[in-house]
């Protein structure tokens, strides 16, 4: 028989272990040759069949098993208590002592079982059970004397408690076997036949069966297999000199004392170099991800700072506005505030201009209570110039009529032309009183009139010091309101040298927007601060000034402006 190619496998495929996938082009069995280098002949398997008795025998396993530890248990019984009593045991303690040594046992061994088939195994148990049916034998065989003496009895004795453990070791490794069949953790032996044939190479074969646990000897004897047909392939294809392979070639007899197959050992270069690309791929697509990383973070930077940017030109626009419209509003103001004095200026004249009426009036109202004196003393002049026309008439009347009397010689025409001038002086002192009176009404009216200038005088002279007063106290608010302003600039100049964010810059905003109304901190803790600080600036102002609706951020605003003055934050 010619061989040209790698040997097949002696054993069949026994699925005991998975080895890793295998590399492209690797064998995936090391086979080339004839079907009958090194396998032993298949041969038809019997299968037995399960007729009643087979299926009977665990139930007789257990009746005579029970039946035995039963007959144990009481040769046990009746020998230890008998003996129990010549030990020093009263008796009633000597019918328990037998039951307390035997009772252990099965309490060990039970235990020992339920561990095992709970996964936890404990191999004291197991030992305190062997030790404690050692001590049964023992007493048992040393209950009827010397044992040297006679040996016979002393086993007769002893080995009915020995038959009841070995009955227990058997249930024991019946489920032992059971549980690990469950569990796919079954693990062949190795025949005996191989350590008596073999017996420097099995020592090795069990070693790595055990330290890379694989289950199946069948599929550890295909393993050998594989690697010996390999190593001869190996052999033939460098007639005979292994130094002449590489070391890939290598690789399934450095590896196969670590537990690997043939078809995985050889596999290995290739899984390896697989691996060696997928982590050079994966560190490639990590160094990827992180340039993407940073890339992403230096446009987000980017963005940042440009927003930052327009946030401040936002800002710096808005406070110039603020400042100019400050500025203007206090030229405004300083525009009202001169109007204000010219027109005060005005006023002032105006109030000079009443004076000087009020005393012009005050002057015609004396010359007018003169004219009504000299009025008054024109119409007694007149009443008594009246009174002496009245006599000179009365005279004249007497003197005519005396004189008609006398001379008989007066006509009639001269005493009606006296009568006629006597008349016209009457008349004429009542047209002098009505003049007088005439002049005293206008007097008067003269009077109120200068009352009434003096009034409006007065009354215009109030209005122009309100007047002055209101635009003296526009001018304080635009002297106030462009302090702010420009310390509103600094403060913004300071808070963008500090680089702070748009939440700090707005913090901040709310604390001078306390200060800008006049609140006083000074002394107050932090409560005092706060109510202080409510008192002032309101919520809706909060709002209105940033422009935020929710009212959960305008308090916290507030908030935090409180911790920002009580640390000692001031314009």
Same mark, same amino acid.
């Given at each position: 028989?010619?061989?040209?190619?790698?040997?097949?496998?002696?054993?069949?495929?026994?699925?005991?272990?998975?080895?890793?996938?295998?590399?492209?082009?690797?064998?995936?069995?090391?086979?080339?040759?004839?079907?009958?280098?090194?396998?032993?002949?298949?041969?038809?398997?019997?299968?037995?069949?399960?007729?009643?008795?087979?299926?009977?025998?665990?139930?007789?396993?257990?009746?005579?098993?029970?039946?035995?530890?039963?007959?144990?248990?009481?040769?046990?019984?009746?020998?230890?208590?008998?003996?129990?009593?010549?030990?020093?045991?009263?008796?009633?303690?000597?019918?328990?002592?037998?039951?307390?040594?035997?009772?252990?046992?099965?309490?060990?061994?039970?235990?020992?079982?339920?561990?095992?088939?709970?996964?936890?195994?404990?191999?004291?148990?197991?030992?305190?059970?062997?030790?404690?049916?050692?001590?049964?034998?023992?007493?048992?065989?040393?209950?009827?004397?010397?044992?040297?003496?006679?040996?016979?009895?002393?086993?007769?004795?002893?080995?009915?408690?020995?038959?009841?453990?070995?009955?227990?070791?058997?249930?024991?490794?019946?489920?032992?076997?059971?549980?690990?069949?469950?569990?796919?953790?079954?693990?062949?032996?190795?025949?005996?036949?191989?350590?008596?044939?073999?017996?420097?190479?099995?020592?090795?074969?069990?070693?790595?069966?055990?330290?890379?646990?694989?289950?199946?000897?069948?599929?550890?004897?295909?393993?050998?297999?594989?690697?010996?047909?390999?190593?001869?392939?190996?052999?033939?294809?460098?007639?005979?000199?292994?130094?002449?392979?590489?070391?890939?070639?290598?690789?399934?007899?450095?590896?196969?004392?670590?537990?690997?197959?043939?078809?995985?050992?050889?596999?290995?270069?290739?899984?390896?170099?697989?691996?060696?690309?997928?982590?050079?791929?994966?560190?490639?697509?990590?160094?990827?991800?992180?340039?993407?990383?940073?890339?992403?973070?230096?446009?987000?930077?980017?963005?940042?700072?440009?927003?930052?940017?327009?946030?401040?030109?936002?800002?710096?626009?808005?406070?110039?506005?603020?400042?100019?419209?400050?500025?203007?509003?206090?030229?405004?103001?300083?525009?009202?505030?001169?109007?204000?004095?010219?027109?005060?200026?005005?006023?002032?004249?105006?109030?000079?201009?009443?004076?000087?009426?009020?005393?012009?009036?005050?002057?015609?109202?004396?010359?007018?209570?003169?004219?009504?004196?000299?009025?008054?003393?024109?119409? =007694?002049?007149? %009443?008594?110039?009246?009174? !002496? *026309? #009245?006599?000179? $008439?009365? /005279?004249? +009347?007497?003197?005519?009529? &005396? @004189?008609?009397?006398?001379?008989?010689?007066?006509?009639?025409?001269?005493?009606?032309?006296?009568? =006629?001038?006597? %008349?016209?002086?009457?008349? !004429? *002192? #009542?047209?002098? $009183?009505? /003049?007088? +009176?005439?002049?005293?009404? &206008? @007097?008067?009216?003269?009077?109120?009139?200068?009352?009434?200038?003096?009034?409006?005088?007065?009354?215009?002279?109030?209005?122009?010091?309100?007047?002055?007063? #209101?635009?003296?106290?526009?001018?304080?608010?635009?002297?106030?309101?462009? @302090?702010?302003?420009?310390?509103?600039?600094?403060?913004?100049?300071?808070?963008?040298?500090?680089?702070?964010?748009?939440?700090?810059?707005?913090?901040?905003?709310?604390?001078?927007?306390?200060?800008?109304?006049?609140?006083?901190?000074?002394?107050?803790?932090?409560?005092?601060?706060?109510?202080?600080?409510?008192?002032?600036?309101?919520?809706?102002?909060?709002?209105?000034?940033?422009?935020?609706?929710?009212?959960?951020?305008?308090?916290?605003?507030?908030?935090?402006?409180?911790?920002?003055?009580?640390?000692?934050?001031?314009?």
């Amino acid at each position: 028989m010619t061989i040209t190619d790698m040997p097949q496998t002696a054993a069949p495929d026994t699925p005991a272990s998975h080895p890793p996938g295998l590399a492209s082009g690797a064998p995936e069995k090391v086979s080339g040759t004839a079907q009958g280098v090194s396998g032993p002949d298949k041969r038809k398997t019997i299968k037995p069949k399960r007729d009643r008795f087979v299926a009977a025998l665990p139930y007789f396993a257990a009746v005579f098993g029970t039946l035995v530890g039963g007959i144990g248990f009481a040769t046990s019984y009746h020998t230890l208590a008998s003996k129990a009593l010549s030990w020093g045991f009263g008796e009633e303690l000597a019918k328990w002592f037998p039951i307390g040594v035997d009772a252990s046992i099965l309490a060990f061994l039970i235990l020992d079982l339920y561990l095992i088939l709970k996964g936890i195994p404990w191999p004291v148990l197991r030992m305190a059970a062997h030790v404690m049916t050692c001590a049964t034998i023992w007493f048992n065989a040393s209950a009827q004397g010397d044992m040297s003496a006679d040996p016979v009895k002393a086993a007769s004795h002893g080995v009915m408690p020995f038959l009841f453990v070995i009955g227990v070791e058997a249930a024991r490794r019946l489920y032992i076997q059971k549980a690990q069949l469950e569990a796919g953790t079954v693990t062949d032996r190795i025949p005996l036949h191989r350590w008596i044939l073999a017996p420097w190479e099995t020592p090795k074969f069990y070693r790595r069966m055990r330290l890379y646990r694989v289950t199946s000897y069948p599929e550890m004897v295909r393993r050998q297999q594989d690697l010996i047909a390999y190593e001869q392939w190996l052999k033939r294809k460098y007639n005979g000199d292994l130094a002449e392979a590489s070391e890939d070639e290598l690789l399934p007899m450095k590896m196969a004392p670590y537990g690997y197959t043939v078809a995985q050992a050889l596999a290995m270069p290739e899984q390896q170099e697989r691996e060696a690309e997928a982590r050079a791929e994966e560190a490639e697509r990590r160094r990827l991800d992180a340039e993407t990383r940073r890339e992403l973070a230096r446009k987000k930077a980017e963005a940042d700072r440009l927003e930052a940017e327009g946030q401040l030109e936002a800002v710096r626009a808005r406070v110039e506005g603020q400042t100019g419209q400050a500025r203007a509003h206090a030229r405004a103001q300083v525009s009202a505030a001169e109007r204000a004095a010219e027109l005060e200026e005005a006023a002032l004249e105006t109030a000079l201009v009443a004076e000087a009426r009020a005393r012009e009036a005050e002057a015609e109202r004396k010359e007018a209570q003169e004219r009504e004196a000299k009025v008054a003393a024109d119409v =007694r002049a007149a %009443e008594l110039e009246r009174q !002496a *026309a #009245e006599k000179r $008439r009365l /005279a004249a +009347e007497a003197d005519r009529v &005396a @004189a008609a009397e006398a001379q008989a010689i007066e006509t009639a025409e001269i005493a009606e032309a006296r009568q =006629r001038a006597a %008349e016209a002086d009457r008349v !004429a *002192a #009542e047209t002098e $009183r009505a /003049a007088a +009176e005439t002049r005293r009404r &206008a @007097a008067e009216a003269d009077r109120l009139t200068a009352q009434e200038n003096e009034r409006k005088a007065t009354a215009d002279a109030n209005t122009q010091a309100a007047r002055k007063r #209101e635009a003296e106290t526009e001018y304080a608010a635009a002297e106030r309101r462009l @302090a702010a302003a420009e310390i509103e600039r600094r403060a913004v100049e300071i808070e963008d040298a500090a680089k702070l964010t748009p939440r700090e810059r707005a913090v901040r905003k709310v604390a001078r927007m306390a200060f800008a109304a006049s609140a006083v901190f000074d002394g107050l803790d932090a409560d005092g601060i706060h109510r202080e600080l409510c008192r002032v600036v309101s919520i809706a102002d909060v709002q209105r000034e940033f422009d935020v609706s929710s009212t959960d951020t305008a308090s916290k605003y507030r908030q935090e402006a409180v911790a920002l003055i009580a640390s000692g934050y001031r314009p």
